[in-house]
């Protein structure tokens, strides 16, 4: 029993001592190899990640507010899309315009002008029909005068038609007459009495021969909103202006030239108004002293000739 413990501490002995004193018969490996064929650690893993929120609710619809909520805040974030494309407004006139025979413009003519006409249908019932003068109107006239000229709109069953003139002087020009011819069955006027007609209204005698008067080389212009009454005794109709430039009687550019505003026309016409009011309140005024003093020294006179005759 001695005998084999003391041969097995000799046996671990020799195993110890034998490993410690031994050369290894082939080369080292690198220490990187080793350390990668033992090594316990493992490669840090990253991990990156992209928040993005997605809406809870999306509705879209024209003009329809669009709410996303937010489930980490639960705060609500409200848009408005719109999905009705904008308007596209066009802030200009229509424009008119009738060349002279040397190619240059002559008449001028930039309005939102509608026509009002009325009528009577079938039923005996009084009606109003609207029309408004396209842009797109054919331009026709006469420039060949120096002292008038004319120009007329037409489209469909409709011919407006614009006369001009100057003054016996020359220095200023005007509307001397405005036209409206139209046929009765146009499909503006429903269930008229009267169809199959060709009915003509003007401006008549109504208007004195000064309508927008207005200096030669001129343009007249007017913001505001224009009436003008066409009849032609039985048949009536109006004829609205609206943001009117107008002018004649153009041989030298293709442009407007300096304006003249019925504002300017409006203050003239006030003021030739109070000129004879205040001309015969003064020639009043003046009879009425000559008078009063008048008589004072007759008063006075005679008084003194009846004293001195009593002395």
């Keep these: 029993m001695v005998n084999f413990f003391f041969t097995r501490e000799c046996l671990l002995l020799w195993c110890l001592l034998s490993t410690a004193f031994s050369i290894p018969t082939t080369p080292a490996l690198p220490r990187r190899i080793l350390d990668q064929a033992y090594t316990t650690s493992r490669p840090i893993k990253t991990i990156v990640e992209f928040h993005t929120h997605k809406p809870l609710s999306l509705q879209i619809s024209g003009n329809t507010p669009l709410k ?3 489930p980490e805040t639960s705060s609500t974030i409200t848009t408005t899309i719109s999905t009705t494309p904008p308007r596209v407004i066009n802030v200009e006139q229509p424009l ?5 025979l040397n190619g240059q413009a002559c008449i ?4 939102d002008a509608l026509i009002t006409v009325k009528y009577r249908n079938k039923l005996g019932e009084d009606q109003e029909a609207n029309i408004y003068v396209p842009s797109d109107a054919t331009v026709t006239g006469n420039c060949d005068s120096e002292n008038v000229v004319t120009m007329s709109l037409k489209w469909n069953a409709f011919v407006l038609s614009w006369s001009f003139a100057k ?3 020359g220095e200023r020009w005007y ?3 405005i036209e409206l011819t139209y046929n009765s069955s146009d499909r503006h006027f429903k269930l008229i009495d009267q169809p199959n007609k060709t009915i003509r209204l003007g ?3 109504k208007h004195s021969p000064t309508l927008f008067p207005t200096p030669v080389g001129k343009s007249y212009v007017c913001e505001e909103e224009v009436s003008i009454p066409l009849t032609d005794g039985k048949n009536n109709a109006f004829l609205l202006l609206r943001e009117m430039k107008l002018q004649p009687f153009k041989f030298k550019s293709n442009e407007f030239a300096a304006e003249f505003s019925c504002k300017s026309l409006s203050a003239r016409a006030g003021r030739d108004e109070t000129a004879p009011v205040a001309v015969g309140s003064t ?5 009425l002293l000559t008078i009063t003093g008048y008589a004072a020294w007759r008063y006075f006179k005679v008084k003194k000739v009846k004293y001195d005759t009593m002395e």
Aim: charged content about 10%; glycine content about 12%; hydrophobic content about 35%.
């Design 68 to 70: 996303t909520t937010n």
């Design 283 to 287: 020639l009043a005024a003046s009879v």
């Design 167 to 169: 003054t016996p002087g």
């Design 175 to 177: 509307v001397d007459k």
């Design 108 to 111: 001028l003519l930039q309005v």
């Design 203 to 205: 401006t008549g005698q």
């Design 96 to 100: 008119y315009r009738l060349n002279g």
